[in-house]
Nanobody, 116 residues
Framework: QVQFVESGGGLVQPGGSLRPSCAASKIISSFFGMYWYRQAPKNERELVALITSRGSTNYADSVKGRFTISRDTNTLYLQMNSLKPEDTAVHYC????????????WGQGNRVPVSW
C-alpha cells in the first residue's frame, strides 16, 4: 500500500501563500485519484481538492480560485494562495490507486495555522 509523508506546513499570515507537498512511496502519476483533505479544529476531515489520472481537477467551493492541486511523478502539491484564518487546519493527502480500491493509511498531516 502506498504511504505518504506530508511536508511544507507552517504558520502563515492572512493573505499569504503556502505550498505543502506530499511525497509518496510509489509513482503516483497513474493513480486513479489523488486527494488533499483538511481537518480544522473541532471539525471533521473534508476533501478540498482532487486530481485524476488524466489530470482533471476539482475543488471544494471554499477554496476554488485560491488553491491549486498538482502532481509530478511521486509528489502531490497544493498551492494555497490568499489564505484566510478559516483555512487553519491540518492538511492530509491520500489516494485511490485504482477505481474501487480503498484510501491509503493517513499520514501525519501538515499543520497550517493562518493567523497574525
Amino acid at each position: 500500500q502506498v504511504q505518504f509523508v506530508e511536508s511544507g506546513g507552517g504558520l502563515v499570515q492572512p493573505g499569504g501563500s503556502l505550498r505543502p507537498s506530499c511525497a509518496a512511496s510509489k509513482i503516483i502519476s497513474s493513480f486513479f485519484g489523488m486527494y488533499w483533505y483538511r481537518q480544522a479544529p473541532k471539525n471533521e476531515r473534508e476533501l478540498v481538492a482532487l486530481i485524476t489520472s488524466r489530470g482533471s481537477t476539482n475543488y471544494a467551493d471554499s477554496v476554488k480560485g485560491r488553491f491549486t492541486i498538482s502532481r509530478d511523478t511521486n509528489t502531490l502539491y497544493l498551492q494555497m494562495n490568499s489564505l484566510k484564518p478559516e483555512d487553519t487546519a491540518v492538511h492530509y493527502c491520500n489516494a485511490l490507486e485504482r477505481a474501487g480500491s480503498r484510501l491509503a493509511s493517513w499520514g501525519q498531516g501538515n499543520r497550517v495555522p493562518v493567523s497574525w
